[in-house]
């Protein structure tokens, strides 16, 4: 990196320790926390550069892992695309403090615009600690949907600030068992376990078998549900298993 000195010579920017802008030096370092330094001609550079790992990055270069990819054994059983971040969770990773272990009640997300960046330190700290797993996520309208094996968590995520992030409802009684069971739709998600088939639009939350089905009629005709929605004839599909099907519901938007 090269810049030019206000007496005209050239400066260039290697490897140096530092501890504060009016304290650092330009002994050369292999040390991971340096900034570095060295002069071509002779004169001191005074001012430390203003872009340091952290600034660049967003997360500091103290991070025990950064990403999925290149180790084996790392892995997340669901995900979502949520405007420029990207969100898994139930992951076999890296805790801050370096530790690998299964972490299902963990979710995880990128900086904006990095989408195979996951620094351990980002963690959407929400509904740790019950025993449960998250089974699925999804996104819509500024909201992320993290559905549990017996609850279903809404979260805020529309504000550029993760700091700005925020639980707006929990559902018991709402969870999923595993990404196949939920759909997007036209700026809604439907999903179906043994209590209904629910669609959750805005802040609203709807049975859509509420007049049609008892629930323990519904009950009976699901084993693992698997939902579709066919966006041409404005039908949501429902499968009574996942992996093999032997039924079907359909519900029409329409009607």
């Not at 952290?54 to 997360?59: P, R, T, V």
């Not at 979710?107 to 797993?133: K, M």
């Not at 996520?137 to 995520?157: C, E, H, P, R, W």
């Not at 700026?187 to 209590?195: H, M, Q, T």
Request: net charge negative.
């Amino acid at each position: 990196y090269i810049v030019y000195a206000k007496d005209g010579d050239i400066e260039k920017l290697q490897l140096a320790d530092y501890t504060s802008a009016d304290d650092w030096s330009v002994t050369e370092t292999g040390d991971s926390r340096a900034l570095v330094t060295s002069n071509l001609d002779g004169d001191s550079f005074k001012a430390v550069p203003l872009f340091t790992y952290e600034a660049l990055n967003g997360f500091s270069q103290d991070e025990s892992v950064i990403s999925f990819g290149g180790t084996a054994g790392f892995g997340y059983k669901t995900s979502v695309v949520a405007g420029s971040r990207v969100f898994v969770a139930n992951v076999k990773y890296q805790d801050p403090d370096g530790r690998t272990k299964v972490m299902g009640d963990t979710i995880l997300y990128t900086p904006p615009n990095r989408p195979d960046t996951f620094p351990s330190s980002y963690v959407l700290d929400v509904a740790t600690g019950d025993g449960d797993e998250f089974t699925c996520l999804m996104y819509s309208n500024g909201q992320l949907l993290a559905f549990k094996t017996n609850s279903l968590y809404i979260i805020d995520v529309s504000n550029p600030n993760d700091s700005a992030w925020r639980l707006l409802n929990r559902f018991d009684g709402l969870g999923i068992k595993g990404p196949w069971a939920a759909t997007s739709i036209k700026g809604a998600i439907a999903f179906a376990n043994e209590s209904g088939l629910h669609m959750y639009a805005g802040n609203n939350m709807n049975n859509l078998i509420s007049g049609k089905y008892s629930i323990s009629d519904w009950a009976d005709f699901l084993t693992t549900p698997m939902v579709g929605y066919d966006s041409s004839s404005g039908k949501i599909i429902v499968t009574d298993n996942a992996e093999l099907v032997t039924k079907m519901r359909i519900y029409d938007m329409a009607t």
